[in-house]
């Protein structure tokens, strides 16, 4: 069993990649343990063996396609004209841009490497500082996978057998206050620091809204398809992608065939990373199950206290240290079998567990020191990461607020699901 744990903590400390750090820990603990070879394969294809879980690479892939077809370039234009007129409004509409994106991609990268390359130039033209920038563009970005659709509570409803549906409803509410609290930030910081304002035109506004409609329903077909019943998560994703197809290339004529060909690569590594890290978690997982691991870190949290405000306090402590040094897919899959039976033990809605243990690990995806959406932007928009790490401490104000709000008090999530799906 050291061997096993011993095995995982090395490879991740010589820097091994977490997909590698994981499948190879847990087939050296299978060897070591004297599990059948066979178990192998098939725990690692069973994790994976996912009507669900279909849906990741399509979101993937629309995100890319949105952003290869000039989509994004559209909906923060159209966020700019619509909020660019309060002190700070390049940074307003950084805001707004992210949460209509986020209603067709579920992915936090794909906000801060597609839409964030565009807001960031955006507002370094207009005199805004580069870190302010980056660090505007690297916190609006953590509302994508809390807003519909969602990849990582695609995955945890996968795993925790949970409606994902009631997911996505269970994080918009949250996903909103996210975003209203970042705008109050923006606006403390601009008007400290005297940002000039974007002239407000009805007739500028009028034009690009009229010009990107097509982008900005999105979200509105995939919100009220869930509601209504037309279709389930993984159809959904299917709708996205061929929706985003049609109007990058016939609509708006933006997506070339190169561009095309270089979007099915992108979401074809992409998907594979993630998929390759939920399999080879599936088999992490199950030997920590054979061994009783699982039930024992279970049952120490439980034992620390009998208040459910200390367990959560201290769950979001455990999630958010993880959040910093690996991979949400990883984590989510890897603790979700001891977590489980701590939300549980407590009568926690497993709905509104699952909003609060995903949100948790998207404010981890921009803390120091690696948070993967802090090396996206650094990389795309050639910002220095030190630079970028000082600045983007005051914005996990808001991130952690609203965290705490969704832990303490769970109607913020369970409300909308409630009263939309029942």
């Known amino acids: 069993m050291l061997v096993f744990l011993i095995g995982f903590v090395i490879l991740l400390v010589i820097g091994v990649p977490i997909s590698i750090s994981i499948g190879a820990s847990a087939v050296l603990g299978c060897l070591s343990l004297g599990y059948p070879m066979v178990v192998i394969g098939q725990k690692m294809v069973s994790g994976i063996d996912s009507f669900l879980l279909i849906a990741i690479p399509l979101f993937i892939f629309a995100g890319n396609l949105m952003n290869a077809g000039s989509i994004t370039e559209k909906i923060f234009n159209t966020a700019r004209e619509l909020v660019g007129w309060i002190p700070g409004g390049l940074g307003h509409a950084n805001v707004i841009a992210s949460v209509i994106f986020a209603g067709m991609s579920g992915s936090a990268v794909a906000d801060a490497g597609g839409l964030g390359a565009i807001e960031m130039e955006a507002m370094k033209s207009n005199g805004y500082d580069e870190d302010f920038a980056g660090a505007v563009t690297a916190a609006s970005s953590v509302i994508g996978p809390i807003f519909p659709p969602s990849i990582p509570l695609i995955i945890y409803g996968s795993v925790a057998s949970v409606s994902v549906s009631k997911l996505f409803m269970g994080g918009v509410v949250p996903a909103v206050i996210m975003a209203v609290l970042l705008m109050v930030m923006v606006y403390y910081f601009a008007v400290r620091r005297k940002y000039e304002r974007h002239p407000f035109s009805a007739k500028a506004l009028w034009r690009e809204f009229k010009g990107s409609i097509l982008a900005l329903i999105t979200p509105i077909i995939i919100l009220s398809g869930f509601t209504v019943g037309w279709f389930t998560p993984?159809?959904?994703?299917?709708?996205?992608?061929?929706?985003?197809?049609?109007?990058?290339?016939?609509?708006?004529?933006?997506?070339?065939?190169?561009?095309?060909?270089?979007?099915?690569?992108?979401?074809?590594?992409?998907?594979?990373?993630t998929l390759f890290i939920i399999g080879s978690s599936t088999l992490f997982t199950y030997v920590m199950a054979m061994e009783g691991i699982s039930n024992k870190i279970a049952a120490f949290i439980l034992g620390i206290s009998s208040s459910p405000v200390i367990i959560l306090l201290i769950l979001n402590v455990i999630l958010l240290l993880l959040g910093m040094v690996m991979e949400p897919g990883a984590i989510l899959t890897l603790m979700l079998p001891v977590l489980l039976p701590v939300a549980k033990a407590i009568n926690m809605d497993l709905v509104h567990f699952g909003v609060m243990l995903v949100l948790n690990l998207m404010i981890g995806q921009v803390t120091p020191p690696f948070g993967v959406c802090l090396f996206v932007i650094s990389d795309v928009n050639k910002l220095k990461l030190e630079h970028l790490y000082k600045a983007i401490l005051p914005w996990c104000i808001p991130l952690v607020l609203t965290l705490m709000l969704v832990t303490y008090l769970p109607g913020i999530v369970t409300w909308l699901p409630g009263v939309l799906l029942g």
């Open 234 to 273: 993984t159809e959904a994703s299917s709708i996205a992608v061929i929706y985003a197809l049609i109007i990058s290339a016939l609509a708006y004529r933006t997506m070339t065939w190169k561009g095309f060909l270089k979007c099915l690569k992108d979401s074809a590594l992409s998907s594979a990373n």
